[in-house]
């Protein structure tokens, strides 16, 4: 299938684009359900009692619902817009963390955590005087059971982590870490970002008490993210940020708050960005996640095989294809990961290159820093081999010989 002809960008840009893991691109349906937004239903949602305003809640509130059915989650009270997954993190962690942890407490995250889902329960533990606990991973980037086991105990109140990493690829032993934080009474934050975009996810199933993911990493707009919550923790936390549109009453000296999921949603909120956060939605439906999984799985099954042909290149984390989930982080022998995006670059071959945000993780395995190609399933197999031609030849670019 060619779904790159649903992409403007393919058709304005001759590329090879394999940053999907940033962030995707937009297919033209998602681009004009934003901008019929601004054309026809343009209004400040939630407060405007006149037809247009109505008109621009409805359209805000239908995509929330759509949201929820993607997840499976009960009740449109427990989606939650938010900026991206970053928000959504913060907002478990100064909304919930900060209230109900005290000194002693355990946090359980992971080395392999992106900074956005370290930080804040850093953050957390400073303030609150509760303990940071460590998943260490091993060198290829897996979770020892048994280390999971002797991590969570009964001091454990929230363990966060992440589905999949967005340096190795692989996704994490959440199911397991999810029954044991339970049996000691503890919650467990979800951070979705590279998971909700790639996987059918069932909230329900997998009975995470948060998850947290971003629209721009799933064909919408920049802007706009979700933290699904379960309605009864939700219900019982204090707002995150306040002002205008979250409240019920507000007197001189107090407020009460408006019910979830505005509770959540201070200030004006990103109407048009949730407007296409829907239609990303309608259009991954369409073409389904068999297809996404298949073709994204094929796409770095085939990365993985060539790329392990080069005895110059070296794949960080799983062992095999089936370890990394569209992500294959690497370095080369002598090249900068800098230096290959930057070769990759001058054809138009574009990749990330750096820690990607999770320092600790690069450090833990011993390596600065990497260059990585991470697959969308408009990817196709002349993306890979365009690839890793160039791959192919950035030593001798370099200078080096054979
Ligand atoms: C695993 C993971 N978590 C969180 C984030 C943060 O996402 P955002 O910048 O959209 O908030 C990213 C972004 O790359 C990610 O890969």
Known sequence: ???????????????????????TQRPLCVLEAEKKFYETANANPLRGLYSLAIAATDAYEEAREKVKNFINAKSIKEI?????????????????????????????????????????????????????????????????????????NDK??????????????????????????????????????????????DVQKTEADFVAFSGHKMMAAMGIGCLYGKESILENMQPFLSGGEMIEYVTRE???????????????????????????????????????????????????????????????????????MGIISFTVDGVHPHDIASILDTQNVFIRAGHHCAQPLLKHLGVMSSARASFAFYNTEEDVMRFVDSIRNVRSQMGYGK
Request: charged share 20%; glycine share 8%; with cysteine.
């Open 254 to 324: 107090s407020a009460t708050y408006a019910e979830l999921p505005h509770k959540f949603e201070a200030g004006t909120v990103n109407a048009g960005g949730a407007v296409s956060l829907g239609a990303a939605i309608d259009y991954m439906n369409s073409v389904g996640f068999d297809y996404i999984v298949k073709q994204e799985e094929m796409l770095t099954k085939m990365c993985f095989d060539e790329l392990s042909k080069l005895p110059e290149v070296h794949i960080i984390g799983g062992k095999t294809a089936e370890e990394h």
């Open 156 to 201: 454990t109140k929230i363990a966060a982590i992440e589905m999949v990493s967005n340096v190795t690829g692989r996704e994490h032993e959440y199911d397991l870490i999810i029954e044991l934080v339970h049996k000691v009474g503890g919650i467990v934050v979800l951070d979705g970002a590279q998971g909700v975009p790639h996987m059918p996810v």
């Open 80 to 152: 939650i817009f938010t900026r991206n997954a970053t928000e959504a993190l913060n907002l478990v962690a100064y909304s919930y963390g900060l209230n109900n942890l005290k000194a002693g407490d355990e946090i359980v995250v992971s080395i392999t955590a992106h900074h956005s889902n370290l930080l804040p329960w850093q953050m957390v533990a400073r303030q609150t005087g509760a303990v940071l606990r460590f998943i260490d991973c091993e060198s290829d980037g897996s979770f020892d059971k048994d280390k999971i086991r002797d991590i969570i």
């Open 1 to 23: 299938m060619n779904y790159k002809k649903d992409f403007p960008i393919f058709s304005n840009i001759d590329m090879t684009y394999l940053d999907n893991a940033a962030t």
